[in-house]
Structures are given as structure tokens and as C-alpha cells.
């Protein structure tokens, strides 16, 4: 094609600019972790250059793992992540099939009702969701944080899984029903199972932000033995102002099992934006 | 059509037992308490019970010069926070999702992939490693700098009161470029090819092709994008909190609302937690976000073209 010579400047103009902003996207996250392997005098001294037998040192994972509680910050932040999103998926889905499965009186107001969440955020009701969880003893626990998060996926998780659940055939689902079986059955035997990818898509969407939240930890959670992994980062970071070997190990062991949940999950995140679950 | 014609059937329980746990769970902890939060902000410990004083708590929000300074700072801060965001991330956002869409471009899917990294990171990392990065100790700022000859530019950004702000509206920018991209990049990718290649058969490619056939097409998507960069930045908090402390400093310069309403609720140094005073502030957040979305919703939304393919 004639075109083809003429695209070639432009082919490689958008590969300096990709490239450029790959690099600006990237460079933070590979200076953090390749001088957190490095000396003292090597963290200083040149910055940008990758660790040298000469300047490799662990001495910053040393104090990490010796002084913080990471394990078990780790623990908290798992056991949270994991609940909410099982509540979050299984909660959804079935209030996402009672509003794509039958027709019944105010189905449309419910689902609008249950939209509102996705555009008011929940952070502004915090000063009444601290009373309650006082009152009902809650404060301190990962059960308050796991309600929390739970209640923050559910909108977004009802909107998306109803308009997958609206695609599964109906002629499937009559076909269950006329060999007998109970609404439940068809709902976890027949049309799970086929909206799986979508949970997954959910799922990443709703895992990210609860990882990630600094929040809610910080205001229901924050005693020693609840902590999420973010929130002890963000005490130990404090506590370590002066101790570059420690935050850069610190901020190197919080950013690589997202890192590495990341890469592994990608092609399952990125199709499921560009599939139009967000459209 | 068969179920529509039986007689009519008993109250249908399932539909009950499918809608109760996340009707339950979702009203009980999160619309309640925003109920509850407005009807807080309506009331004031007096005497260690609350009493009813209607809009008191506004009226000392905006009249005492200790609270409105405070609020009318955060709320210009958070301004300028949504302003930089929808002049630098939203622009960049659609030229990364053009670039990347565009026929037979190779390793898009390493670009993308590495493109959304900042994006799963948490605030803490990216607060603290840009922190770092920017810190006049370590060099590394001035050092990149140097290379581009542009060290006597460099200055400590977060600690000046002038500079703080957009720095960090910048390092937000950064983390969140991903999200209009991707976006983008799915709305670029779902308009047909037959309409692109009717744009080719009438000459019109490149640059024009993607002002005048793409972005037509793609305005809603920017809609969408706009309305959740405005609901995000205003409900942000844990970026300024991890890079800058609760006190938002240099002198506030980088108070947004989100650290605002942090400070008011739990108080901070000399000044003790106020729930009310907390609970007013996150009201006016919650009608800033509110009138954000409704103006979305009825003026934008309504006027945007949808083409259905």
C-alpha cells in the first residue's frame, strides 16, 4: 500500500511517545526497588545505576522484616480483601439476577437505588459509620472493614453483573425450569458458571481499591493487631523518615505482590475494560 | 411468554431471598450513614447530648473566620486539584489510548500493560516513592534534570507553598493516567471499521480523521471519564495524607477537603475531633459531588450524541 512509506515516520513517532511515557510510568517503581538492594553509600552515591556486587546490600529488608509486624499486616490485609470480595461477588451476583431475571414491581427504582453508590462515594458517610461501629463494638475488628468494603463494591459489582446476566439465554434458563428445578439451582447451578469471566472482571476492579485503601483502616482498624498492610506501611514509612535502606525495602515488599498479582491478572483486568464493562 | 400467561403466582420469596443480603448490607453500611452524616451536621453537642440547631453548623463553617478559611482554602486547593487533572491527565489519557489503537501497532499490549502499573499501586507507595524522588537529599530529581540541562530549575516542589499543590496534582495525574486510557482506548476500539474505512475512501486520515471522525464518536466516554475525575478528586484524601501529613502543609498549601474533613472529625495538634463539624463538611462534600453528577447527568449527558452501531 502507498500509505505504508508514508506511515513509517508516523509509526515511529508513536512509539518514541509511547515508549517516553513508559518509561515516565515505569521509572519511579524500578528506582524504588533497584535501590532498595543497595548499600547506604550506594543509595546515595549514584542513584541511577542498578546494584553492583560493590554496593548490593540487603540491609534494608533486614530492618524491614525485623522491626515491622509485615506478616501479619499482610495477614489482616488478605483475610479483608478475600471476605469482602467473596461478600462482594456473591452478593452481588444474586441481586444482580433478581434484577435481570424477573420482572416484579419497583425493579427499576431498586436498581437505581442501587446505582447511587457508584457515584456518591461512601468516605462521606465515615463520621456516622464510625457511631455505628462503636456502637455495635465493631471498631478495631476486620469485620467493620470488611462490612465497609462490602457495601463500597456492591453498586458498582450489581450494575456490571446485571448487564452480563441480561445476555445469558433464557431459553437455558427455561429449560431448567421446565426439568424442575428450583429458582436457587438455576441461579448458582446454570447462570454462575457462565458469568464467570465477568466475576473475575468484578473481581479486579473491587480487589484493587479495598488492597489499597488507607481510609478506612486508618479510622475503623488502626489498633496493632487489625492493621492492612497499607496502613503499616504508611506508620512504618513515618517512623522511618531518616532510614532511606528501610523505606525503599519497605516500599519495595508493598509494591511487589501487587506487582506480581498485576502481571499475572492483566490480560484478565485489561479485557475486561476494554470488553465494555464500563462502557 | 409461557410464565406471562399462568394464573396469577403466590408472592415470589426468592426474588426476596436474591435482592435481601446486598440490599441489606448496602443500606445498613452505606446509605444510613449518609443519611445519618446529614442529619448530623444538623445537630451540636451541647452539654454531652446532641441538640437539633438546624444550620448552625453551616452557618459557623462559612461565618467563623476559623473554619471558613479553612473550608474556602480546601475547596479552592481541591479546584485546582480537578483542574490540573482535567487539563494534563484527561488529554494525555486520550492521546495514549489514540496512540495505542492505531492498526497493527506493535507490543500495544506491553505498552498498555505498563502504561496502567502506577494505577494498582497503592497512595502510600506512590506518595512516599515520589517523596523520594523529588527530595533535594537524595539527587535524583536535580540529576535528571541535569541531564535535559534544566538543573537550576529544580527546587524542593513539596516543601514550597507555591509549588506543592500542582506537584502534586501532577504525581496524582501520574498514578491515574491509566484509567482515561484504557477508557478511551476501549471506546476507540469499538467503533466499526467500516466507518474508518469510509473515512479513508473519503481522504481523510491521520490527524484530521481522528478529530473529526474519532472524538465525535468518543465524546461520551470523555463524559464519563470527566464525572468520575471530578467525583474521585473530590473525595481524594490519601495522597496528600501519606506525602503530606494530615496537616496538609507547607501552611495548607495542599489542603484539599478530603484532609479537611479529616482534621475537623479528629482533630489534630490543639484543636479536639468535632463529629458535627466533620459531618457539616462532608455534607458540603456530598452536594459538591452531588451537583457535579446532576449536571452531568441532566446537562452533559443528555446532550452528547449517542451513535448506536
New interface residues.
Given amino acids: 500500500m502507498s500509505t505504508a512509506t508514508r506511515s513509517l515516520p508516523r509509526t515511529i513517532g508513536a512509539h518514541a511517545i509511547l515508549l517516553t511515557y513508559t518509561a515516565i510510568a515505569l521509572f519511579p517503581v524500578i528506582l524504588v526497588i533497584m535501590n532498595s538492594f543497595k548499600s547506604r553509600a550506594g543509595i546515595f552515591g549514584a542513584p541511577l545505576t542498578p546494584p553492583t556486587p560493590k554496593t548490593f546490600d540487603l540491609i534494608g529488608y533486614t530492618t524491614v522484616i525485623g522491626q515491622g509486624d509485615f506478616i501479619h499486616y499482610f495477614q489482616n490485609s488478605l483475610v479483608v480483601t478475600v471476605a469482602s470480595l467473596f461478600f462482594v461477588l456473591l452478593f452481588g451476583a444474586m441481586a444482580a439476577f433478581a434484577l435481570s431475571e424477573y420482572r416484579f414491581r419497583g425493579n427499576t427504582m431498586m436498581g437505581l437505588y442501587l446505582a447511587l453508590g457508584i457515584m456518591i462515594p461512601i468516605r462521606l458517610g465515615t463520621v456516622a459509620i464510625l457511631q455505628l461501629m462503636v456502637a455495635s463494638g465493631l471498631v478495631n475488628t476486620l469485620t467493620a472493614l470488611i462490612l465497609v468494603y462490602t457495601a463500597q463494591g456492591l453498586p458498582l459489582a450489581v450494575f456490571i453483573l446485571s448487564e452480563f446476566m441480561k445476555q445469558v439465554s433464557d431459553d437455558l434458563k427455561n429449560a431448567g425450569r421446565i426439568d424442575g428445578l428450583s429458582e436457587y439451582t438455576i441461579f448458582f447451578r446454570l447462570v454462575l458458571p457462565l458469568v464467570r469471566p465477568s466475576m473475575a472482571t468484578v473481581a479486579v476492579f473491587t480487589m484493587i481499591p479495598i488492597w489499597n485503601d488507607l481510609w478506612f483502616p486508618l479510622i475503623l482498624a488502626p489498633s496493632e493487631e487489625t492493621k492492612t498492610v497499607t496502613l503499616g506501611a504508611q506508620l512504618f514509612l513515618g517512623q522511618f523518615v531518616t532510614n532511606w535502606n528501610a523505606i525503599l525495602a519497605a516500599l519495595s515488599l508493598a509494591i511487589m505482590p501487587v506487582l506480581i498479582l498485576y502481571v499475572i491478572f492483566s490480560r484478565q483486568l485489561i479485557r475486561g475494560i476494554t470488553s465494555g464493562a464500563v462502557k | 411468554m409461557?410464565a406471562d400467561s399462568r394464573p396469577k403466582r403466590p408472592f415470589?420469596w426468592?426474588?426476596g431471598?436474591?435482592?435481601a443480603?446486598?440490599?441489606l448490607?448496602?443500606t445498613?453500611?452505606?446509605?444510613?450513614?449518609?443519611?445519618?452524616?446529614l442529619q448530623?451536621s444538623m445537630f451540636r453537642n451541647i452539654e454531652q447530648s446532641q441538640v437539633f440547631v438546624g444550620l448552625a453548623n453551616f452557618r459557623t463553617l462559612f461565618g467563623d473566620p476559623n473554619w471558613s478559611v479553612g473550608f474556602w482554602n480546601a475547596l479552592r486547593n481541591n479546584t485546582w486539584f480537578f483542574i490540573i487533572h482535567m487539563l494534563v491527565q484527561n488529554p494525555?489519557g486520550v492521546?495514549?489510548a489514540a496512540?495505542?489503537s492505531?492498526p497493527r501497532?506493535?507490543?500495544a499490549?506491553?505498552?498498555?500493560?505498563?502504561?496502567?502499573?502506577?494505577t494498582?499501586?497503592?497512595?502510600?507507595?506512590?506518595g512516599?516513592?515520589?517523596k523520594?524522588?523529588l527530595s533535594p537529599l537524595?539527587?535524583?530529581a536535580p540529576?535528571?534534570m541535569d541531564f535535559v540541562g534544566l538543573k537550576s530549575l529544580f527546587t524542593p516542589w513539596l516543601g514550597k507553598e507555591q509549588y506543592a499543590l500542582t506537584a502534586l496534582s501532577l504525581i496524582s495525574v501520574?498514578q491515574f493516567?491509566?484509567i482515561p486510557m484504557?477508557?478511551i482506548?476501549?471506546?476507540l476500539?469499538?467503533i466499526p471499521e467500516e466507518v474508518i474505512e469510509a473515512a479513508e475512501c473519503d481522504g481523510i486520515?491521520?490527524l484530521s480523521q481522528f478529530w473529526k471522525i474519532k472524538l465525535p464518536l468518543i465524546l461520551p466516554?470523555i463524559g464519563i471519564i470527566s464525572?468520575l475525575t471530578f467525583?474521585g478528586n473530590f473525595?481524594a484524601?490519601?495522597l496528600i495524607?501519606?506525602a503530606q501529613g494530615a496537616l496538609a502543609g507547607p501552611n495548607y498549601s495542599t489542603d484539599i477537603l478530603?484532609t479537611f474533613?479529616y482534621r475537623a472529625?479528629?482533630g489534630f495538634q490543639l484543636q479536639v475531633g468535632d463529629?458535627n463539624m466533620?459531618?457539616a463538611i462532608?455534607?458540603m462534600?456530598?452536594l459538591i459531588?452531588?451537583g457535579g453528577?446532576c449536571v452531568y447527568l441532566f446537562l452533559v449527558q443528555t446532550r452528547l450524541r449517542r451513535y448506536q452501531f
Avoid at chain 2, 445498613?28 to 452524616?37: F, N, Q, V
Wanted: hydrophobic share 70%; no cysteine.
Fill in positions: 409461557a415470589r426468592h426474588i431471598v436474591f435482592l443480603p446486598a440490599v448490607v448496602y445498613a453500611i452505606m446509605i444510613l450513614p449518609l443519611a445519618g452524616t448530623l494525555i492521546m495514549l496512540l495505542l492505531s501497532l506493535r507490543f499490549a506491553f505498552y498498555r500493560t505498563a502504561i496502567f502499573v502506577p494498582i499501586l497503592s497512595f502510600v507507595i506512590v512516599f516513592a515520589w523520594l524522588i537524595w539527587g535524583v540529576h535528571l501520574w493516567v491509566g484504557m477508557l482506548y476501549a471506546a476500539l469499538s486520515t491521520g466516554s464525572i467525583v473525595n484524601f490519601d495524607y501519606t478530603g474533613l472529625f479528629f463529629p466533620g459531618a462532608a455534607t462534600m456530598f459531588i452531588l453528577v
